[in-house]
Every structure is written in structure tokens, then in C-alpha cells.
């Protein structure tokens, strides 16, 4: 494995449907993030995990979304009864360090997500 | 908070050409930057970074970065552009708990032969 790996790559859903995605970090990476880009724009941080610990959420999850990292291995996001606003590109990245540390965090290619 | 502004949506380029991009922070401290860069279909891929010391870092594809307190910036710098470098350009600055990045908007750039 040389990288991060995302699944599925491509995901067209109906409103009000639910859907997960999945991410597979490079393998001794402890940390985990995930970030949602919109056409135009930069990634927005939603979520990071240390190993297996959700440490912070940005207040764009909104209830609708979860995330689990169950094993500190991959990651899974859902998003329950998906609205046409949450259609984006979804973006995993992970990296190796500590509290504190600043490491590069390498990204996944993304799931995009269409909600009809 | 953190921010960062990338104020050119789009710029165009002769292959052969000069390259600057812009990229302005808005931290408290010393910031910890970051350019990226995406290809359609690609995931994001680390140009360079800057954590402390010189202020003048170099990056892969021979794509450099200049950091400026005074100015607040972080432009990227190529000195001749290359076809294969269209693409889109993200500044990102590191958060004060390291737990994530703060982008930018963008910038996309062509090539023209």
C-alpha cells in the first residue's frame, strides 16, 4: 500500500438516502482526517481522529454525519438522509505524529458525492 | 483564526514562463504552511512546507516558496513552468493544535504552449 485509498470513488445517491464512504489511511498513520471540498473551493476540515479517538469536529458535521475509526486502522463517514447541499468532493488525509506535531498529511483521491 | 486568501481564481501561463502564486495567511503565531497541488482526478499532493528556520523553501518539480512575516505570505514560485504543472494550487496554514489545515480557495493554473 503506498497511499491512502478511498471507496467508493464515485457515488450518486437520491435525497433523503444514506450513505457511507470509506477510507483506508497509509498503514502506520495514527491520525485520520476528514475534509469536504465544493467546486470552487478549498477542502473544509470536518473531523479528525487520533488512533481510534475522535478528537475534534468541526461544526459543519452537523448531526447528519458520523464518523468512526472502530480499530484506528480505516474510517468510515456517513451521512444520514442526505440533502442535495451535502453533494461535494469528500477527502481523506492521514499522517504519523503526536500531540502538537505538525506532519504532512497525505490525502486520499476522494469519494464524490452527487444527491439528486 | 486561521485563514488564508489565494487572491487569483485563475491564471494563465506560457509554457517556458515565469510562475507566482499568491498566498496570504491570517495567524497569531508562527504559522506552519503548506502549498498542495490537484490534478483532476488526483488527490492532493504536498508541493512544499514550511515549519521554522530558512525562509526560503524548495519543493518537488522545482517549485519554491518564499515565507515573509511582514507580509503575511507564502507565494509559490516556479521559474519555468511546464505543461504538466496545470493543475489546481492550494495554500493550507497548519492549526495552532496541529489537528488540521486551513485552505485556500485555489488557484487554477493553464499552460498554453
Known amino acids: 500500500d503506498t497511499g491512502v485509498s478511498q471507496n467508493p470513488r464515485h457515488k450518486i445517491t437520491k435525497r433523503g438516502q444514506n450513505v457511507t464512504f470509506r477510507c483506508d489511511p497509509i498503514?502506520?498513520?495514527?491520525?485520520l482526517y476528514w475534509y469536504r471540498q465544493t467546486l470552487g473551493q478549498g477542502p473544509e476540515f470536518l473531523t479528525y481522529f487520533q488512533n481510534e479517538a475522535q478528537l475534534e469536529k468541526s461544526r459543519l458535521l452537523s448531526d447528519r454525519f458520523s464518523a468512526e475509526r472502530p480499530k484506528g486502522s480505516f474510517s468510515t463517514l456517513e451521512i444520514q438522509r442526505t440533502e442535495q447541499g451535502d453533494s461535494a468532493m469528500y477527502l481523506c488525509a492521514s499522517s504519523l505524529g503526536g500531540a502538537g506535531e505538525y506532519n504532512e498529511q497525505f490525502f486520499g483521491p476522494g469519494t464524490r458525492l452527487t444527491v439528486l | 483564526a486561521q485563514s488564508v486568501t489565494q487572491p487569483d481564481i485563475h491564471i494563465t501561463v506560457s509554457e517556458g514562463a515565469s510562475l507566482e502564486l499568491r498566498c496570504n495567511y491570517s495567524y497569531g503565531a508562527t504559522p506552519y504552511l503548506f502549498w498542495y497541488v490537484q490534478s483532476p482526478g488526483q488527490g492532493l499532493q504536498l508541493l512544499l512546507k514550511?515549519?521554522?528556520?530558512?525562509?526560503l523553501v524548495q519543493g518537488i518539480k522545482g517549485f519554491e516558496a518564499e515565507f515573509k512575516r511582514s507580509q503575511s505570505s507564502f507565494n509559490l514560485r516556479k521559474p519555468s513552468v511546464h505543461w504538466s504543472d496545470a493543475a489546481e494550487y492550494f495554500c493550507a496554514v497548519g492549526s495552532n493544535t496541529g489537528n488540521q489545515f486551513y485552505f485556500g480557495t485555489g488557484t487554477s493554473l493553464t499552460v498554453i504552449p
Open positions: 498503514s502506520e498513520h495514527n491520525r
Open positions: 514550511y515549519f521554522s528556520g530558512d525562509t
